[in-house]
C-alpha cells in the first residue's frame, strides 16, 4: 500500500484503511489491539530486562541501578538521576534508503520523550545521589513504536525492582474520517491521519505523556482521548498478569511459594 501525501491521495489511503465494513487492513476492528507478547527478566548482564511485542513492533530494554553516578556533576543529592537511551536497531525497517541524520534526531526525540515520562512515575527520592540508566531498543518497527518502548521499559523497571508510583502504560490512537483508531500499525501511522501516543499511570487515569503530531478536530478529541485510555487499560490489565505469574514462577523456583 502506498503513502502519499497530497490532500486528495490521503483520502484514497484513508478508505484503504478502514473498509466499509469497519475493518482495517490487518483485519482488526477501530478499537482492537493487536496482539501482546511479552517476559520479564531476559537479559542476565543488567539489574532488569523486558522484552515486549505489539503486533510486528518488538522491543527490548535493560536497567542498570540505581548505581553511584558516572559523573559527579550531574548527581542530585535529594533524588536518583534517569538517564535513557533509545535506538532503532539498523534492521528495524525494511527502508534501507531512510535518512540516517533524521533517525538519529528522532531516536534523541524519543530518548528524551521516554525519560521525562518515567521522571513521572519514579521515585527517584528513594535513592538520592544515583543513576538509573535505561536503554530501549526497537528490534522490528512496525508502528507504535514509543509505546512499546515505554511498555518495555515499565515491566524491566519492574524487573529491577526500582520503585513507581504505578505502571505506565501507553498506547497510540489516531482518527480516519472522525473514526478514532487504536493500536496504529505502521501503515496507519504513514497515512497522513493523527497519530497520537498516549501514556498513562492506569490506577488514577492519570495522562503524563501526550503527543499530537498532526491537526486534530476537537469534536472528535474526546472520542480519541477515551479510546486512549480503553486501550491503556487493555495493556495494563495483559501486563499486570505478566508480572504476577513471573514472580510466582521466580518465588517457585527459589522454593518460597508452591503454586500448588
Same mark, same amino acid.
Given at each position: 500500500?502506498?503513502?502519499?501525501?497530497?490532500?486528495?491521495?490521503? $483520502?484514497?489511503?484513508? %478508505?484503504?484503511? $478502514? *473498509?466499509?465494513?469497519?475493518?482495517?487492513?490487518?483485519?482488526?476492528?477501530?478499537?482492537?489491539?493487536?496482539? =501482546?507478547?511479552?517476559?520479564?527478566?531476559?537479559? @542476565?548482564?543488567?539489574?532488569?530486562?523486558?522484552?515486549?511485542?505489539?503486533?510486528?513492533? !518488538?522491543?527490548?530494554?535493560?536497567?542498570?541501578?540505581? +548505581? @553511584?553516578?558516572?559523573? +559527579?556533576?550531574?548527581?542530585?543529592y535529594d533524588r536518583a538521576?534517569?538517564?535513557?537511551?533509545?535506538?532503532?536497531?539498523?534492521?528495524?525497517?525494511?527502508? %534501507?534508503?531512510?535518512? +540516517? %541524520?533524521?533517525?538519529?534526531?528522532?531516536?534523541?526525540?524519543?530518548?528524551?520523550?521516554? !525519560?521525562?515520562?518515567?521522571? *513521572?512515575?519514579?521515585?527517584?527520592?528513594?535513592?538520592?545521589?544515583?543513576?538509573?540508566?535505561?536503554?530501549?531498543?526497537?528490534?522490528?518497527?512496525?508502528?507504535?513504536?514509543?509505546?512499546?518502548?515505554?511498555?518495555?521499559?515499565? /515491566?524491566?523497571?519492574?524487573?529491577?525492582?526500582?520503585?513507581?508510583?504505578?505502571?505506565?502504560?501507553? #498506547?497510540?490512537?489516531? #482518527?480516519?474520517?472522525?473514526?478514532?483508531? $487504536?493500536?496504529?500499525?505502521?501503515?496507519? @501511522?504513514? *497515512?497522513?491521519?493523527?497519530?497520537?501516543?498516549?501514556?498513562? =499511570?492506569?490506577?488514577?487515569?492519570?495522562?503524563?505523556?501526550?503527543?499530537?503530531?498532526?491537526?486534530?478536530?476537537?469534536?472528535?478529541?474526546?472520542?480519541?482521548?477515551?479510546?486512549?485510555?480503553?486501550?491503556? !487499560?487493555?495493556?495494563?490489565?495483559?501486563?499486570?498478569?505478566?508480572?504476577?505469574?513471573?514472580?510466582? @514462577? +521466580? /518465588?517457585?523456583?527459589r522454593g518460597i511459594f508452591?503454586?500448588?
Open positions: 500500500v502506498s503513502t502519499q501525501s497530497t490532500g486528495s491521495q490521503i $483520502l484514497v489511503m484513508n %478508505r484503504e484503511i $478502514l *473498509s466499509p465494513e469497519g475493518l482495517r487492513i490487518d483485519g482488526r476492528r477501530a478499537n482492537e489491539l493487536r496482539k =501482546l507478547r511479552c517476559k520479564i527478566g531476559v537479559l @542476565e548482564q543488567v539489574d532488569g530486562s523486558a522484552y515486549y511485542e505489539q503486533g510486528n513492533t !518488538k522491543a527490548l530494554a535493560s536497567v542498570m541501578g540505581p +548505581r @553511584e553516578v558516572t559523573i +559527579r556533576s550531574t548527581s542530585r538521576l534517569i538517564n535513557c537511551y533509545f535506538q532503532n536497531a539498523p534492521f528495524s525497517t525494511g527502508d %534501507r534508503g531512510s535518512n +540516517r %541524520r533524521k533517525q538519529d534526531r528522532r531516536e534523541v526525540e524519543l530518548s528524551l520523550v521516554i !525519560k521525562r515520562t518515567f521522571e *513521572s512515575a519514579i521515585l527517584t527520592t528513594f535513592s538520592p545521589n544515583s543513576e538509573i540508566n535505561i536503554r530501549v531498543e526497537i528490534l522490528q518497527s512496525d508502528g507504535g513504536a514509543s509505546c512499546a518502548a515505554i511498555n518495555a521499559v515499565t /515491566l524491566a523497571l519492574i524487573d529491577a525492582g526500582i520503585p513507581l508510583k504505578d505502571f505506565v502504560i501507553a #498506547c497510540s490512537v489516531g #482518527c480516519v474520517d472522525g473514526i478514532p483508531l $487504536l493500536d496504529l500499525n505502521h501503515v496507519e @501511522e504513514s *497515512s497522513g491521519s493523527p497519530d497520537i501516543p498516549v501514556a498513562i =499511570l492506569p490506577k488514577t487515569n492519570e495522562i503524563i505523556m501526550l503527543q499530537l503530531g498532526s491537526r486534530l478536530p476537537l469534536d472528535t478529541l474526546e472520542a480519541v482521548l477515551s479510546l486512549a485510555l480503553e486501550g491503556c !487499560k487493555n495493556c495494563y490489565q495483559q501486563l499486570s498478569q505478566v508480572v504476577v505469574q513471573s514472580t510466582i @514462577e +521466580r /518465588l517457585t523456583k508452591n503454586a500448588h
